[in-house]
């Protein structure tokens, strides 16, 4: 079984003072949506770095006369966060949520070159959704875990809108996750967790070649089928068809419009990654009802 007694002991001291784990969970959060926003920018660059190298010592003697591409390792914590412009260094007073860059009135404060409002949008949108899991859930387990299925889901969101990939480094411990945490049912009854994680990856896994053996084209990518299989892990596989049909509809919606209003080209990929994310995050707080009223609808 997880040994779940210190969450357990915490939780205990927040039902004392809700409003103290509110404050705490806002608090958490927008340090957290600041780390999002250097996950999102970093992590890309720390997987084409490793790509490139692999490939390099994969393909040693093809390549043993092409001069090798400047590229600087970069981690999560290292080198410190500069301005592209100028590269003037962060210092901490210039990297508090949401209050620097409205100190700064969006702008470095060394160059004068505007600061992207994505930043203190992510760190607000955070705080925002973690807030409606805390009133969801109160101040239990569960929320310490959902909360940190959330955030995961913000930066796989934002990757997969600007690059096109949902990394394993983040997808595949998700699964791992929802399956340890349902050992003592948390959320799902094992078993379900289990079909659920498996029907998951299984069900656009098999899309994905039926589409491919039909056009000879890739509809998806396997990050898709890892990412719904998070979900089936965590929500269990009843939930699973709501959920697909949510993202497709919202996706199909959201293609049709630009290509109609955007001059998006057919052939031109979009991710799918963000409906699911969307609407898997959706299902693991209201999908029972969500499902009992669509069962209704058609009944």
Request: with cysteine; hydrophobic share 50%; aromatic share 14%.
């Amino acid at each position: 079984m997880l040994d779940l007694s210190l969450l357990e002991n915490i939780v205990t001291l927040f039902e004392q003072s809700p409003n103290f784990f509110y404050l705490c969970v806002i608090l958490v959060s927008l340090c957290v949506g600041s780390f999002l926003n250097v996950v999102v920018f970093r992590m890309p660059k720390m997987l084409e770095y490793s790509w490139y190298h692999e490939c390099r010592e994969f393909l040693a003697d093809e390549v043993k006369d092409i001069k090798p591409k400047q590229m600087q390792e970069i981690t999560l914590s290292s080198p410190d966060s500069t301005c592209p412009n100028c590269q003037h260094k962060i210092r901490f007073y210039e990297n508090i949520p949401v209050i620097s860059w409205l100190f700064l009135r969006g702008k470095c404060g060394n160059c004068s070159q505007p600061i992207s409002k994505r930043y203190p949008l992510v760190e607000l949108s955070t705080a925002a959704l973690s807030i409606i899991v805390a009133q969801h859930f109160g101040p239990t387990v569960t929320t310490f875990f959902v909360l940190i299925l959330t955030w995961s889901l913000i930066a796989l969101t934002l990757i997969d809108f600007d690059h096109m990939l949902l990394p394993d480094q983040i997808t595949l411990p998700l699964m791992w996750l929802g399956l340890l945490i349902n050992i003592n049912s948390l959320i799902v009854p094992l078993s379900d967790a289990v079909i659920g994680a498996a029907v998951g990856y299984m069900s656009l896994y098999s899309v994905f070649w039926l589409f491919k053996l039909l056009t000879g084209k890739e509809g998806m990518g396997f990050g898709d089928f890892k990412l719904l299989a998070v979900f089936g892990a965590w929500a269990g596989w009843q939930l699973l068809p709501i959920l697909i049909l949510m993202a497709s509809v919202v996706g199909a919606m959201v293609g049709i419009t630009l290509m109609l209003f955007n001059n998006h080209k057919r052939e031109q990929a979009i991710p799918f990654g963000p409906y699911l994310a969307v609407a898997g995050w959706i299902t693991l707080l209201w999908g029972e009802g969500i499902w009992s009223w669509y069962l209704q609808l058609i009944s």
